[in-house]
């Protein structure tokens, strides 16, 4: 086996090995180098018995927000890995604090690990803010600045809310208890949304906030809930496990309520839409209204009618026409037949010297109907003779 | 109704008048009732005055 592969076999080891990864580990800066050019920091960790190689390379090492020195005591999380050139082991450093409140951001960062783990910041969890909360709780201090603030931004933006303050501590060791039973009361209260949280403060005072009982407690909560913890660059844990973050109590007053002239904007807008929703369905009506007194006139039977009344003239004047034809024609007749009676008159042929036989009132046209002795009458012009057949000749 | 209620109320008649498929007598009472709506949820909001109070948390839960 060669040297390299020995290096190289525990440098594999090193890698597998999960408790080596991400650890934190305490201790004191020696040895601190930074070079200019490569950005990257070398230093030795150490404590009272011991001490390890560390290295924080550049891409990291620009994201501190304090520079290390010599005799600093920090925390630092870090895999170990083998630098195999030298077959040394090294902490090789994602992060650094400063120690002191170290262990403090150590005990945090472990408590947000061991919640994440469990699902409690996850995302699916988180209930919704509501659009226009009208009863809403303010869990913070009576004392602090954080409260007037917030009722000043939430009276101005939304006035018709309603607040209740549960007044809690928030900040020393009682506090995280009594933010619980705080948030536990208000939370039976059946309000629309709760905003817990306060001002800003040294890493201590926000302590209160990453308390493992109450990020539980904010996470079992029913009732929507914001948490708003000092300023813009602090998390808490409490923000995690909240259904919203606000980076600032004001902030979460903004988030929670919408603002009144965008409101009183919003409703001119409707005025708007109203008034044009109803002039255009009027306008419709109008529109359809003209299409079908069209439609009606095309159809209408008053052409028909007049049409009708015309041909009803036309047939009464026909009619009238041939009534009169035929009165004349009738006139005319009788009057022919009158001449036809006068001409075709005995009376008339009687003048003329002829007369008429009768018999028993009945007339005779044949000497044959008549024997001897037989009594006619005769009838003239002028007037009627009985005679006696003397004779047949 | 709540605050909300009322303007998810008022969409609601909003977008019933941006449909043109109701009566004329549907879409004047629709009208009506949105514009006494709206006017109602300005009054409130104008003249609301937020209310505070404070409830102290009892010591045993």
Known sequence: ?393 | MSFEQSIKKLEEIISKLENNDISLEDSISAYREGVQLLESCRKQLEEAQMLVTVEDVPEEM
């Open chain 1, 1 to 393: 086996m060669t040297v390299t592969q020995v290096n190289r076999y525990i440098a594999f080891k090193l890698k597998e090995d999960k408790k080596l990864k991400g650890i934190l580990v305490s201790g004191e800066i020696s040895n601190f180098r930074h070079y200019e050019t490569s950005g990257h920091i070398y230093f030795t960790l150490k404590d009272s018995e011991s001490s390890i190689r560390s290295v924080m390379f550049r891409s990291y090492a620009s994201q501190l927000k304090f520079m290390p020195e010599n005799g600093m005591s920090v925390i630092v999380k870090a895999n170990v890995q083998v630098y195999e050139k030298d077959g040394a082991y090294q902490l090789y450093v994602s992060d650094m604090q400063p120690d002191g409140i170290g262990a403090l951001h150590m005990a945090c960062e472990q408590l947000k690990e061991k919640l994440c783990s469990e699902g409690l910041f996850d995302e699916e969890h988180k209930k919704s803010i509501p659009e226009m909360p009208e009863n809403i709780g303010l869990i913070t201090s009576l004392e602090a600045a954080a409260l007037q603030d917030m009722l000043r931004i939430i009276s101005a933006r939304f006035p018709i809310a309603k607040i209740t303050v549960f007044p809690s501590l928030v900040q020393g060791s009682d506090a995280p208890a009594s933010l619980c039973r705080a948030i536990k009361f208000a939370d039976s209260k059946d309000l629309d949304l709760l905003i817990c949280g306060r001002g800003g403060g040294s890493f201590e005072d926000l302590m209160a906030f990453n308390d493992e009982k109450l990020a539980r407690c904010i996470y079992d909560c029913r009732t929507p809930i914001i948490s708003a913890v000092g300023h813009e660059t602090d998390t808490s844990i409490s923000d995690l496990a909240a259904d919203l973050r606000a980076p600032t109590p004001s902030a979460a007053a903004e988030k929670a309520v919408p603002d009144k002239n965008v409101l009183l904007d919003r409703f001119d807008e409707m005025k708007k839409l109203l008034d044009n929703g109803i002039i255009s369905h009027i306008e419709n009506k109008y529109h359809m209204l003209d299409m079908l007194s069209g439609q009606i006139e095309s159809l209408s039977p008053e052409g028909r009618i007049s049409a009708s009344f015309g041909k009803i003239d036309i047939y009464k004047k026909r009619l009238n026409d041939l009534y009169r034809m035929n009165i004349d024609k009738a006139g005319a007749a009788i009057t022919e037949k009158a001449a036809m009676l006068d001409s075709l008159s005995p009376l008339k042929t009687l003048s003329r010297g002829y007369s008429l036989v009768y018999k028993d009132k009945k007339l005779i046209s044949s000497a044959g109907e008549l024997s001897d002795g037989d009594i006619v009458r005769m009838r003239f012009s002028d007037g009627e003779v009985y005679a006696k057949v003397k004779e047949r000749i």
